[in-house]
């Protein structure tokens, strides 16, 4: 039996009642940090944003917000790209030296006149018609019918070589290039491929050639007068080229 007096104001030693230096530390206080004395929670962090805008990356995952805290504004329409009718690299659209304008095909030039591409025609049949009459000299009697008609059957030849060659170049004969036209695919306005440019040569010279003279360039031509809306002769229908200009 205990023989301890509760009214006595003194405790036994090692009573029930812990001691006040080991009771446990304050909620929320860290283990092994010192409890604030006056019971404020510790200061948070420092902001990652000198501003007090949080994070400069604060805004939607894998995009950069700003440093304030808002979205920059979007750029104003159209920023960023080239005028009207320009390539936005500085070159024209079909990887040509040619300007663009109102063509028959988004993009591509204006078609070429009649007159410039009468000239241009005239003007390659000269060049031919003096080197066919060079290289038959020698061999037919220029001063007869029969000498005549060998020269003209090397002009047909010669041009059906000089514009296949030329044309699946660049696009352009010589005559072209002196009254500023040139032959382009109607798809798309670029130079004519080889098959396409040896295609309309063969058009243009072989039935000539082969039964119907210079009566063949009257009728191919005039089928391009009352074509609409591209203007092309036979020999274009069968390449799928249009003539158009380079001013």
Known sequence: MSTHDPSSGSEPEGGDRPSFDK???????????PADPYGSPPPPPPSADPYGGGS?????????????GSAPPPPPPGYGQAPYGQSPYGQAPYGGPYDVGSGPVPGMPPLGGWGARIGARVIDYLIVQVVAVVIAAPFADLGSRNG?????????????????????????T??????????????????????AA??????????????????????DGLFGVFDKPYRQAIHDKAAKTVVVSTV
């Open 23 to 33: 009771q446990p530390p304050p909620s929320g206080t860290p283990s092994g940090a």
């Open 56 to 68: 400069p990356y604060n805004g939607a995952p894998g995009a950069h917000g700003s440093p304030y």
């Open 148 to 172: 005549w008609l060998s020269a003209l059957w090397v002009t047909y030849v010669l041009f059906l070589i000089y514009d296949g060659v030329m044309l699946s170049r660049d696009g352009q």
């Open 174 to 195: 010589v005559g072209k290039k002196l009254t500023k036209v040139r032959v382009a695919m109607l798809v798309d306005g670029s130079p004519p491929t080889a098959a």
């Open 198 to 219: 040896w295609s309309r040569a063969a058009t243009f010279a072989a039935p000539a050639l082969i039964c119907c003279g210079q009566l063949w360039w009257v009728v």
